[in-house]
């Protein structure tokens, strides 16, 4: 009957028939299969078969699709590149060797651009030399030591530009005593004048805005250099009471330009009385430097930048000793004159000078 026939066996896999003797039914059971079959004995085989080609798809058949892949990407991506790199470099290299040509141009043909690429590139070269000097003294901190690490990075600047500088009279600068530095304020070129005689342990004042400057701000203030607030006038006070306490017990020179800002007409304005206040509160002698006129090979107005020679005279000193606040008008007259006296004298004796100095009625005449 179809209810009581049995299911066919599959013939992939056999069905094994097992016997089980009575008498040990209850405690173990021997199993007993028939010998293999054709199929049996093809099953291992297709198994190890399949598992090969698994493993040759995933360790060899895999990475030459991907490196098929990747050769087709590469072929794609290098058909674009190629084309760039035919385009772009062309296009880069006219356009530079164009640049190159205007910026030529503009150099042989043109004072006023000869004149703002040399100020971009000194500009620039200061700040450059403040970064490598920030490191070095950053290590002692703030200090005025550290002035000297600014100066002697600074020393090269003036043969870049071919300016010649002499310096005379360094001999009037005291040994050991303090004192104040008071020098005329031509352009941002004084520095080069500046670091050529500064003296040890002598920093200057200079307007807060400076400290603001990026790495010639920091480098400033890690060498030691003295900010004041020129709007604030309250404030100006007391940092120059702060730097009067500050040269009796640290043994330092200050550096102050008096006429307190820079002055391109060839002459010296009038001084302010801030420098000479300090020397007075502090008992020390003032040392006045001239540097003669940049005319000759430095004029903004005329927007030209050329090479020359410049004098820097360092003056006796002038001593304040028994001063009070109400000589301090007197005394910073007295200083000026002197001061303008010698920079009329060495800007027209063939070391420095211009059109300004030479004029009757000058700029720098009607102050006086």
């Not at 009957?1 to 066996?9: I, K, L, N, V």
């Not at 203030?221 to 040269?247: H, Y």
Request: glycine share 8%; with cysteine; hydrophobic share 40%.
């Amino acid at each position: 009957m179809a209810s009581s026939a049995s299911p066919p066996r599959s013939p992939q896999y056999p069905q094994a028939h097992t016997h089980i003797h009575s008498h040990t039914a209850h405690t173990r059971a021997h199993t007993h299969t028939h010998a293999p079959t054709k199929q049996d004995r093809l099953l291992p085989t297709i198994v190890g078969q399949t598992s090969r080609f698994s493993h040759q798809y995933w360790s060899r058949g895999l990475p030459i699709i991907q490196d098929q892949r990747t050769r087709l990407i590469q072929r794609v991506g290098g058909r674009k590149k190629v084309t760039r790199m035919e385009l772009w470099p062309g296009a880069w290299t006219a356009l530079l060797l164009l640049l190159l040509l205007l910026l030529s141009t503009l150099w042989f043909c043109s004072s006023s651009a000869k004149y703002f690429f040399k100020m971009a590139f000194y500009n620039g070269w200061i700040l450059f030399l403040a970064i490598l000097a920030i490191p070095v003294c950053a290590v002692r901190g703030r200090n005025v030591e550290n002035m000297k690490i600014l100066r002697l990075l600074l020393l090269h600047v003036k043969y870049l530009y071919g300016i010649r500088v002499e310096v005379r009279g360094a001999q009037h600068f005291p040994p050991t005593q303090p004192y104040v530095v008071v020098s005329n304020h031509q352009s941002s070129l004084d520095l080069l004048g500046m670091m050529e005689v500064l003296p040890d342990r002598c920093v200057p004042i200079a307007k807060r805005e400076l400290l603001w400057a990026g790495s010639a701000g920091l480098a400033c203030w890690l060498a030691g250099v003295i900010f004041i607030d020129r709007k604030r006038t309250g404030d100006a006070i007391s940092v120059m009471s702060e730097v009067a306490q500050t040269l009796l017990t640290q043994d330092v020179r200050v550096w102050v330009f008096p006429e307190g800002t820079r002055n391109h007409n060839g002459s010296m304005l009038p001084f302010k009385r801030g420098a000479f206040h300090l020397a007075v509160q502090a008992q020390v002698p003032i040392v006045p430097i001239v540097m003669s006129s940049y005319q000759d090979f430095y004029c903004k107005k005329e927007r030209r930048f050329t090479s020359g020679r410049c004098q820097v005279r360092v003056l006796p000193p002038v001593p304040t000793e028994g001063l009070t606040p109400d000589d301090v008008p007197a005394l910073a007259d007295r200083v000026r004159h002197s001061m303008l006296t010698i920079f009329r004298e060495i800007s027209t004796d063939g070391l420095g000078g211009g059109d300004c100095l030479k004029k009757p009625g000058g700029a720098g005449e009607a102050r006086l």
